[in-house]
Structures are given as structure tokens and as C-alpha cells.
């Protein structure tokens, strides 16, 4: 039986944070990854816009039974795009693929009062740690538009909702990367 699927590219990548299976590394082109903070969230957040000269990585999985309730209660704030042709899987019951972005009428240029949380970050570079290794964790970084933005080190006590535990060298590799961008991190 085909279903629809979702393409994540954040912390949908990471499969301790959603219980959608199974779960396909994947590549979509016509898209760029941009932190981008929506008019209801108090932080910013990953985001896409379309650029045809993009391609990044991310993840698909099924939506059964077209049951998007639960996916976009989670991802409020964010339309859902239809990328069924953008993306290259290796999925065989893919019905159609769709994408979560912010929309442009409510994406803002995140703030230092809206700060990326390094929680997000954790769990999002920890997915594709585990999805794409070291090497891609770092074209994640070097593919994703504004890390000028200020960064809330809040791992002591994390705001993320899905936040997840690192091991030490999956947090040594966070901090690198995030020294590699010249992340301005902050308590």
C-alpha cells in the first residue's frame, strides 16, 4: 500500500524525536535550509525556501493512512508543500512527499528575543549524525542560511520540547561545528 510521506530536514531527521517509520535517508533539490522564526514561536526555528541551485539532505517516512493531525500540530506555523518530484529516496510505497515551511507572510529574521535553541540544534545534528555521519552533519551546517543568528544555550535546562541527550562526542561535534559557523552562543 502507498502513502504519503513527509521529507524532513531538522529534527525530523532525528528518529528519537517522532515515531514515523520506517525512515529513508533522502535528498531534495529545489530547496535551501534557513533558520527563520515564525510569528507564534518564541524561537527560531528551521525553516526552507526554494532555491533552485539547493539540494540538501533529510529524511522521508510514510504518514499513514493520510493522518497529518498529529505532524501538524507539531509543525504549526508551517505550510505543507507537495516536493513529490523534488525528492530522490530509495522508498518503494511513496504515494507523494510532502515538505514543512514556514510561510513567507509569517517568517521573520530571527533576533537575539528569538533565538535558535542549542537544544534544537543537539537534537537536530544528532539525527543526522546518526543519519549521515560527521561528514554530514557538517554539509548541514555549510548548507543551512543563518547562523548569524544568536544561539540560547539552554542544555542544562532545554526549552526544545524534543530535546535529546548526546553523547560526549556527539556534543564535541555540535560544539565544533558550531565554532566552524561562528555561532554566537550565549547562556
Known sequence: MKHPHFFGYGSLVNRNTHDFT?????????????????????????????????????????VPNDDWVALDAREYSYDRIAVTDDVRHPATDVRDISIYAIA?????????????????????????????????????????????????????????????????AERECVDDLLLRVRAKVFA
Open 22 to 62: 520506517p525512515v529513508h535517508p533522502s535528498r531534495i533539490t529545489g530547496w535551501r535550509r534557513i533558520w527563520r522564526r515564525a510569528a507564534h514561536r518564541p524561537a527560531a526555528f528551521l525553516s526552507v525556501i526554494a532555491d533552485t541551485t539547493a539540494e540538501i539532505e533529510g529524511v522521508i517516512a510514510p
Open 104 to 168: 513567507p507572510e509569517n517568517a521573520f529574521r530571527p533576533d537575539s528575543d528569538h533565538p535558535i535553541l542549542l537544544s534544537y540544534v543537539d537534537a537536530v545534528l544528532q539525527g543526522y549524525l546518526r543519519e549521515f555521519g560527521e561528514a554530514g552533519a557538517a554539509r548541514f551546517v555549510d548548507t543551512t542560511e543563518g547562523w548569524d543568528t544568536p544561539v540560547r544555550n539552554d542544555r542544562a535546562a532545554p526549552v526544545y520540547p524534543r530535546a535529546q541527550t548526546l553523547t560526549k
